[in-house]
């Protein structure tokens, strides 16, 4: 997948974004510090009611308890009221954190895209290096293995025709203690090959997930660019939908819609690297 980045850059439509987010952010956190301690004070009036039902008459409350029972349900209404006001501040600023954090995410799509790619690159260069490395030992060890049959087949011959002690003759001793060796190197280099393939097995999902990752926030950045080109033009879309509203043309004042031209279409597919039928 080719990378076309967009310009890390921000204009006045992305600082109207923020600062709304920053001020949206600012009530939410206080709000939910209000609810943290109106579910604390709840908590407590509710105890403090129970208790002095239990202590009093099963028959009849009386004016403490009666009051505790009142401050307890106001203090359940109050944390009520404040979990709906975070839940609307919460729906608020979910959609403008996805803008707020978009040049930031684009640019850990595109790094964390880059990673594994040079990880792929890294990886399949060390596991040919490996499977080269290990057809060569293989080779050798036939080698080895063949002269140790010949050497074998001498020393047995030479045994034989022995009357007094026999010694092993140094070539057998050299040629089996070599096939020791490689073989011991040939394990180290298989299981060094296997966790390099287990590796790569786990690539190709990695980097369809951070491609696809990529394409999100790049769709992202677009819409940030296309804003804040539209921004100084607002006022005339606004107008012209008000006024196909007004002649019954469209039924949503909020949108209007543009066609775009095919060539300008094909330009966007050839700077993005988007094949036409993708």
Known sequence: MK?????K???AYYAKVKAEYDDLSHQLDKAREELA???IDHDKKEKHAFKLSQQGSMYYASAAEKEASI???KASNRVSSLEGDVRALEYRISPLELIVQGPQRFEDDKRKLSTLQEKD???QAESDRLEASIAKLETRIESVQARIASET???TQTLIDAEGDFMVPEALAKAEAELRLTQTYLADLTDKRDAVHVERTQLPAALREAERDLEFSRARMAEIDLHESLLPLMDLFARAAVARKVCQWGSDEHKYLIEIPNTNLEAARKALCVRTND
């Open 3 to 7: 990378l076309n980045p967009f310009a």
């Open 9 to 11: 850059k921000t204009g």
């Open 37 to 39: 301690q109106a579910k």
């Open 71 to 73: 401050a307890a349900s």
């Open 121 to 123: 690159r890294q990886t």
């Open 153 to 155: 087949q001498a020393a």
